[in-house]
């Protein structure tokens, strides 16, 4: 079954008791993520994860898991992540099991509407998927301010604008940010506290935000900034959410790219993206096109592809270590004509 954005508000919070697999894609992982998260407290189940990996070598996998009893007697949920067409099977077996005792929560990039994981799920009745688009200006700030009231924030105005462009428009890290604003104030949905910008100076709000999109720092082709950022990472910066953050980025421009090599003008090919383009990214993809070929967006979404899976391995350097390599290295190949 396929929900839209109106739908799935209620089917997060109130979940269909026979759903057995549920499917959050989009170019916006982070709203995935987000979503996945308040499904799960909507489930009020304890999270169970299953590298997609694993699913793809083992086709019997999630029906198995989905089927095993808690021994405590707790609600369980499957979590597959990064979700993609090489799990089809085991989700076609999950599907078409006898009966299951938990549900399957899938996270996955950008989908083709060919795809045989997304149409799997559009199609069963005991299946859902939701695309996770970026949104515009308006449409950010009404789901801040939204998120905000959740955590007992009254947002000043001006306010969720700002903490949406130090995020980068990413709802996964808005949400860490607004948790950490709520903390500081001691707020919560009882006690509603205003939030203004000196709270967002005193706390460094956006920081992670910033962290985050370094990829593009390096895309642009400045080794320096690139080094002088890597130094400013936040304490336990999460250096696989960075590399998820510039695959995105990557697929994005190999996507434009294409048009604009099949003689669309870059102003015409980021218009057929419409909201997947997140506002605030429009002039920096505008110069990201005239900078990258495709051949060489090729071969940096390969490189970042194998440290992804090095650093879920844990048999990379330390995690910044190895990713700064590779920034920097990126960096140099974006300075070069």
């Known amino acids: 079954m396929k929900s839209d954005r109106r739908g799935v508000e209620r089917l997060l919070d109130r979940p269909e008791p026979g759903t057995r697999f ?3 894609h989009g170019y916006n992982e982070g709203q995935s993520r987000a979503h996945a998260e308040r499904l799960l407290k909507g489930l009020d ?7 997609a990996a694993v699913a793809k070598a083992d086709h019997a996998i999630l029906a198995d898991e989905a089927a095993a009893i808690d021994m405590f007697g707790g609600r369980r949920a499957i979590w597959v992540e990064a979700a993609s067409d090489d799990i089809s099977d ?3 077996a999950l599907l078409e099991a006898p009966a299951v005792e938990s549900p399957v929560i899938a996270i996955a990039g950008a989908l083709r509407k060919t795809s045989r994981l997304l149409k799997a799920a559009e ?3 005991l299946a859902l998927a939701h695309v996770s688009y970026e949104l515009d200006e308006r449409d950010n700030a009404r789901l801040i301010e939204d998120l905000a009231r959740g955590q007992g924030l009254r947002l000043e105005p001006g306010i969720a604008a700002r903490i949406a462009s130090a995020c980068g428009g990413d709802r996964g890290v808005i949400s860490q940010e607004l948790a950490k604003i709520a903390l ?4 919560s949905p009882e006690r509603p506290v205003a939030a203004g910008g000196d709270v967002l100076d005193a706390i460094g709000a956006g920081s992670e935000g910033a962290w985050i999109a370094i990829g593009d ?4 082709g400045d080794p320096r900034e690139v080094a002088d950022e890597l130094v400013r990472a936040p304490a336990g910066a999460d250096s696989i959410t ?3 953050t510039l695959q995105r980025r990557l697929l994005m421009l190999a996507r434009l790219r294409a048009k604009v090599d099949g003689g669309q003008s870059a102003g015409d090919a980021m218009a057929s993206l419409g909201k997947a383009l997140f506002f605030k990214d429009k002039e920096l993809v505008g110069k990201l096109l005239n900078q990258w070929n495709s051949a060489k967006l090729a071969r940096v979404a390969e490189r970042a592809g194998e440290l992804e899976r090095a650093l879920m391995r844990g048999d990379s350097p330390p995690p910044v ?3 700064g390599e590779e920034l920097i290295a990126i960096a140099r190949t974006a300075g070069r004509r």
């Open 90 to 92: 085991a989700v076609e």
């Open 123 to 125: 199609a069963h009745r």
């Open 321 to 323: 270590e190895a990713l």
């Open 242 to 244: 960075v590399v998820r």
């Open 22 to 24: 549920y499917l959050f």
């Open 45 to 51: 189940a304890d999270k169970v994860s299953i590298a």
């Open 184 to 187: 500081y104030l001691g707020a």
């Open 217 to 220: 720092l390096a895309l642009r």
